[in-house]
């Protein structure tokens, strides 16, 4: 009963801890920017509170307990319980930290980057540090309640293989949370919801783990004998710790399996998103394959255990080399099989040789000693702490995602070669594993195109930086923009009207701001009215591309009323005191995009309307997509101001809208008022890529205001068809389709 017990209460934690990283880095994206470096960060603050937590934890606790004669599971039950409380204090601690970083710059500088890390750091490292203590605590404690246990064994563990139970339990939680977080509990209960449900489980586990300890006292002679290092109280020579490897080998092996398996989860958040799609439910569909191969791997390992036929750590190493680079080379964009399948399937098998080899190396090199299994884990850690800062700031810009991993594919053909040697390998193994790597290698620094490389023989540019890969490639009317494989904007009128129907609207605005750079079309019009122009992107290679498809970029860069900054549009916003007549937003497709909802909720349009001047202008255009959708956008903007227009487009038989919105009532021109309150300038803008009837300004003005809709018939009575900063209606999804889906099937 009481093995059952543990393993409940892993699974739960771990669990837990996938909830809160989910949610920590969505709200950390709203209160620091939706940048590759807050992931890589959050991701490696995260990671470096286990490492410190497990070290200390491991290196401290045992002569506390000897000199308290205190169960470890009370300090596991206070741990988990800090662990509960700790997440309903993250979200305010965000809110004060990203208030404190508005002087701090724009969102690429070092002064930026420096202080945010700083706050995350301060706001995420204890309940992370108290997430680390929970193995070693845990080990200690199944160690004394077999030591105390009068039936000797009922624990059910055996003295080498602790640790892989209780991460077997932990993983498989994980990946159970990285399942369930996003297709359900978001959507059901909105982000704050969703920690409470992860905190009473918090605290549920520290009630169950005070129980135990009850049942499971601490007597002084057992608890003296816990902080010895093995079970006949001698100690394991540091020399050799596992299968005839040295210990040093081994520990290096844990870091670099850290470093590079969590650097490559970082960049196939990049790779793969042309595929998979820069929707929340791809990273956390990337995240739970990673968890739920890591923890077949872990059962496969105990299976073997139970056997006594462990795989040696020189042939897992000789298949890492190789399923290292297979994700590179089965997501070549020519194959024409199924992307998403293939992009998932690809990481499996390494990382289910991650989930063999690391609980087998720490069990090895612990030999039940939470002392040494806390020193192993915590390396394996800080690999992991180090991978993803390394691959979002150095890889990325300079490599790009391909041979980014390549890089981090290279550390393990060298362990591989390390183990050269190693009796467990025979000749015809050495040859078939070095052949099938070399070949793999060859493939990819040579003959594969990623998702990030452009179009073969089309002209293209290519500008990387930490925060996105920028291609832009095509000639002519047919130039096209992508950031991190998808497909951004084209040369359409669409995003001219984004300047012009506001700035005719309003028919004096003296001040605008563009919110998301695009191509630069939107702020090469607003330009042709000779307004004070303001536009904002988060990627520095996207407005560096203007002149790609522009000839009078290099011009307009330079036009005294002109000024682009490079920062989240929504901190902008916050961090600026100037005021404007015209506020235009183009959020990134799709609509359902990942962090798009920032862009589109209550609370952005309440900050906005604290930056617009009296009868001042909000302009924002609806990609088409999911008709609920664009009605929780038409819902949120009805319920900031109290008049809005729509428009529907006048391409794409009617899908997508533009919305126009105000604190103070506006009249509608009609086509000839509308271009006449058009400068020469702009007339030619409005235009220029116009073929046919549109070319005349006139014919394409009508064109234009013959789509206005009333917003009524854009809002449904159902008011939780809105969307929040708690609830981003847009980018969570499919538990409604699901039950639409069903709903019809009824029908």
Not at 107 to 118: G, M, P, T, V
Not at 151 to 156: F, K, L, T
Not at 283 to 299: C, D, I, K, M, R
Not at 586 to 599: I, K, N, Q, T
């Amino acid at each position: 009963m009481l093995t059952q017990t543990l393993f409940a209460l892993f699974v739960l934690s771990g669990f837990c801890g996938l909830v809160y990283q989910l949610v920590w880095l969505r709200l950390a994206f709203r209160s620091f920017g939706i940048a590759t470096p807050v992931l890589s960060v959050v991701v490696s603050i995260f990671m470096l509170g286990l490492a410190l937590g497990s070290w200390g934890a491991g290196r401290y606790m045992t002569s506390r307990v000897r000199r308290g004669r205190m169960s470890p599971i009370y300090l596991y039950a206070a741990a988990e319980a800090f662990i509960g409380i700790s997440a309903l204090l993250i979200p305010v601690a965000f809110e004060a930290g990203q208030r404190s970083l508005l002087l701090a710059g724009e969102i690429d500088s070092l002064s930026y980057f420096a202080y945010s890390a700083l706050i995350l750091s301060a706001t995420l490292l204890p309940a992370c540090i108290a997430m680390g203590t929970t193995f070693p605590l845990m080990l200690a404690f199944i160690r004394l309640a077999r030591r105390s246990s009068s039936e000797g064994g009922s624990v059910g563990i055996t003295d080498e293989n602790r640790f892989s139970f209780l991460y077997l339990g932990n993983v498989l939680g994980a990946s159970l949370g990285a399942a369930i977080t996003p297709l359900i509990l978001i959507e059901s209960f909105g982000f704050r919801g969703t920690l409470m449900f992860a905190a009473v489980i918090n605290v549920c586990i520290a009630a169950v783990s005070v129980w135990l300890g009850a049942r499971h006292p601490a007597q002084a002679d057992v608890a003296a004998r816990v902080a010895e290092p093995n079970s006949d109280g001698r100690r394991t020579s540091p020399a050799r710790a596992s299968q005839g490897e040295p210990a040093s080998l081994a520990l290096m092996i844990l870091f670099v399996t850290g470093f590079s398996s969590m650097g490559m989860e970082v960049i196939w958040t990049r790779a793969f998103t042309r595929v998979l799609g820069n929707y929340v439910y791809s990273f956390a569909g990337l995240l739970f394959v990673y968890l739920w191969a890591t923890w077949l791997g872990s059962w496969w390992y105990r299976q073997h255990v139970a056997r006594n036929a462990v795989a040696s750590t020189a042939k897992l190493l000789a298949w890492l080399a190789i399923t290292s680079l297979l994700p590179i080379v089965a997501n070549d964009v020519r194959f024409g099989w199924h992307r998403v399948i293939v992009a998932l399937v690809s990481i499996f098998p390494f990382c289910a040789l991650l989930g063999y080899l690391t609980p087998g190396l720490i069990d090895r090199y612990s030999r039940d000693d939470p002392q040494r299994a806390g020193k192993a884990y915590a390396i394996n850690v800080v690999g992991c702490v180090l991978g993803p800062l390394v691959a979002a700031y150095l890889l990325l810009p300079a490599m790009g995602a391909r041979l980014g991993l390549v890089a981090l594919a290279v550390p393990f053909i060298l362990l591989f070669a390390r183990l050269w040697t190693s009796p467990s390998l025979s000749n015809r193994w050495r040859m078939l594993a070095a052949a099938a790597t070399a070949a793999l290698l060859v493939l990819s620094t040579s003959v594969i195109i990623g998702y990030e490389d452009p179009p073969p023989g089309i002209r293209a540019e290519i500008r990387r930086d930490h925060t996105a890969t920028v291609v832009s490639y095509g000639s002519g009317l047919t130039k096209a923009l992508r950031v991190n494989g998808i497909g951004m904007t084209s040369q359409t009128p669409l995003t001219k009207l984004m300047a012009h129907m506001p700035l005719a609207f309003h028919g004096h605005a003296r001040s605008m701001v563009v919110i998301c750079f695009g191509m630069g079309t939107t702020y090469r019009a607003a330009l042709s009215w000779d307004v004070s122009t303001t536009a904002v992107d988060l990627a520095r290679g996207v407005p560096d591309a203007f002149p790609y498809y522009f000839e009078d970029a290099a011009a307009l860069v330079r036009h005294p009323k002109g000024r682009i900054v490079i920062d989240d549009g929504r901190r902008f916003l916050q961090r600026t005191r100037n005021t404007f007549d015209v506020i235009t937003i183009d959020p990134p497709p799709p609509v359902e995009a990942a962090g798009s909802s920032l862009l589109y909720s209550k609370e952005f349009y309440a900050l906005l309307k604290t930056r617009l001047n009296p009868g001042g202008l909000l302009q924002q255009w609806t990609p088409p997509g999911d008709p609920l959708i664009e009605k929780a956008i038409a819902r949120a903007l009805a319920d900031s101001f109290p008049h809005v227009v729509a428009f529907r487009s006048f391409e794409w038989d009617g899908r997508g809208t533009h919305f126009t919105a105000s604190m103070t009532p506006f009249a509608v021109p009609d086509a000839t008022a509308f271009v006449a309150r058009l400068p020469e300038a702009a007339r030619r803008d409005l235009v220029e890529w116009n073929t046919g009837d549109l070319r005349d300004v006139h014919a394409f003005a009508a064109a234009v205001l013959k789509g206005q809709v009333a917003i009524e018939q854009l809002l449904t009575p159902d008011p939780a068809v809105v969307i929040t900063d708690d609830r981003p209606f847009n980018e969570y999804y499919l538990l409604r389709r699901a039950r639409a889906r069903f709903a019809h099937s009824l029908d």
